[in-house]
T-cell receptor, first 112, second 113 residues
Framework: DVKVTQSSRYLVKRTGEKVFLECVQDMDHENMFWYRQDPGLGLRLIYFSYDVKMKEKGDIPEGYSVSREKKERFSLILESASTNQTSMYLC???????????FGPGTRLTVL | QKEVEQNSGPLSVPEGAIASLNCTYSDRGSQSFFWYRQYSGKSPELIMFIYSNGDKEDGRFTAQLNKASQYVSLLIRDSQPSDSATYLCAVILPAGGYNKLIFGAGTRLAVHP
């Protein structure tokens, strides 16, 4: 079974804090993704990575950065958290030649 | 216009009935089409995918694709209360050398006993 894990299920941070969200997959997948999910807006792609140390901007990268130093780990960084970044954050991974994405359990982030 | 559109619902059906979920997409370049199910507070899980025009059946689920009309639907036969969830339609779009997965906002299905 593919397993994608995220470091926290719930996180509460204050405005201006630096926030790290970690995602780890155990299936040697090349591609990893970070989405946020908001009511009425669906899942929106923040960043993705198709290889170690490679990253590409998604549809809403502003205010975020990412790091992929190892194949199994993809980190999302909020340099200075703001209240409009309160959301559910979902990590996903997939093999290179396949379209199905496998999702982690999600991190519900609240920025006060 | 959103790239992938779904009625937000809720779609309410009685137990045992057929639930019909619909999705339209705007880009004719869309290739592959997916249906994900998401229970409240959980992450999405893939239940069906379809690439070619026509129907694809898997157990109680049937995905239907009509590329000319740019819609994809999901039928759930013999609906059960355990099918109550949000169903997300997703479409693959080629974008600058990679495939981009675009999600609709989801339709909430409520199956009542």
């Amino acid at each position: 079974d593919v397993k994608v894990t995220q470091s926290s299920r719930y996180l509460v941070k204050r405005t201006g804090e630096k926030v790290f969200l970690e995602c780890v997959q155990d299936m040697d997948h090349e591609n990893m993704f970070w989405y946020r999910q908001d009511p009425g807006l669906g899942l929106r792609l923040i960043y993705f990575s198709y290889d170690v140390k490679m990253k590409e901007k998604g549809d809403i990268p502003e205010g975020y950065s990412v790091s992929r130093e190892k194949k199994e780990r993809f980190s999302l960084i909020l340099e200075s958290a703001s209240t409009n970044q309160t959301s559910m954050y979902l990590c996903a991974s997939k093999p290179g030649s396949y379209n199905e994405q496998f999702f982690g359990p999600g991190t519900r982030l609240t920025v006060l | 216009q959103k790239e992938v559109e779904q009625n937000s619902g809720p779609l309410s059906v009685p137990e045992g009935a057929i639930a019909s979920l619909n999705c339209t997409y705007s880009d004719r370049g869309s290739q592959s089409f997916f249906w994900y199910r998401q229970y409240s507070g959980k992450s999405p899980e893939l239940i069906m995918f379809i690439y070619s025009n026509g129907d694809k059946e898997d157990g109680r689920f049937t995905a239907q694709l009509n590329k000319a009309s740019q819609y994809v639907s999901l039928l759930i036969r013999d609906s059960q209360p355990s099918d109550s969830a949000t169903y997300l339609c997703a479409v693959i779009l080629p974008a600058g050398g990679y495939n981009k997965l675009i999600f609709g906002a989801g339709t909430r299905l409520a199956v009542h006993p």
